[in-house]
């Protein structure tokens, strides 16, 4: 079957760097994507990893290990504003778009 | 970057009837819409897959005679909920794929249904 993992919840403090882990086993693999939802909102696009490597956009960072079946977003600089939650998904050998359940992610103050 | 328009973005109904919503890609032609549904607290579903001109692709459970979906144009989509019942309710949110990054979804604003 198909599946994509990552946390629950996170929680981090303001002004700190978190880091969103995703891992992902798909019938194949046409690219990875993020995207942030806020609550009652509806999602928009953060970031698309297709090869291997770093994608740094701003204070978002996004890696992609194919070999691993593995990604992360990285956020710096942590604002109040970057409360929400945080979904991975993988586009399979169909062009599927796979979703994992998103991460909440909290920020203290 | 690429901008989807949902509309209405809140609608409250009585139960039994119809409710229409529009999605619009306003500055790309979508190849590719899709909708979805999303329960409070819960991970976006996907409903179903739609391409200009031909049938929907919906998802297994999701019964294609109450969401009825018409992708008329290269910029339009449309699902119908007929018959509208309390557990409808939900936030139905569409996305559009075709912009000049190809694989990319751009995601509408999304609409809640409330039916009393």
């Known amino acids: 079957g198909q599946n994509i993992d990552q946390p629950t919840e996170m929680t981090a403090t303001e002004g700190a760097i978190v880091q969103i882990n995703c891992t992902y086993q798909?019938?194949?693999?046409?690219?990875l994507f993020w995207y942030q939802q806020h609550a009652g909102e509806a999602p928009t696009f953060l970031s698309y990893n297709v090869l291997d490597g770093l994608e740094e956009k701003g204070r978002f960072s996004s890696f992609l290990s194919r070999s691993k079946g593995y990604s992360y977003l990285l956020l710096k600089e942590l604002q109040m504003k970057d409360s929400a939650s945080y979904l991975c998904?993988?586009?399979?050998?169909?062009?599927?778009?796979?979703w994992g359940a998103g991460t909440k992610l909290i920020i203290k103050p | 970057g690429a901008v989807v328009s949902q509309h209405p973005s809140w609608v409250i109904c009585k139960s039994g009837t119809s409710v229409k919503i529009e999605c619009r890609s306003l500055d790309f032609q979508a190849t590719t819409m899709f909708w979805y549904r999303q329960f409070p607290k819960q991970s976006l579903m996907l409903m179903a897959t739609?391409?200009?001109?031909?049938?929907?692709?919906?998802e297994q459970g999701v019964e294609k005679d109450k969401f009825l979906i018409n992708h008329a144009s290269l910029t339009l989509s449309t699902l119908t909920v007929t018959s509208a019942h309390p557990e409808d309710s939900s936030f139905y949110i569409c996305s559009a794929r075709g912009g000049q990054e190809q694989e990319t979804q751009y995601f509408g604003p999304g609409t809640r249904l409330l039916v009393l």
């Open positions: 798909t019938s194949g693999f046409n690219g």
């Open positions: 739609s391409n200009e001109g031909s049938k929907a692709t919906y």
């Open positions: 998904a993988v586009i399979d050998s169909n062009y599927q778009l796979i």
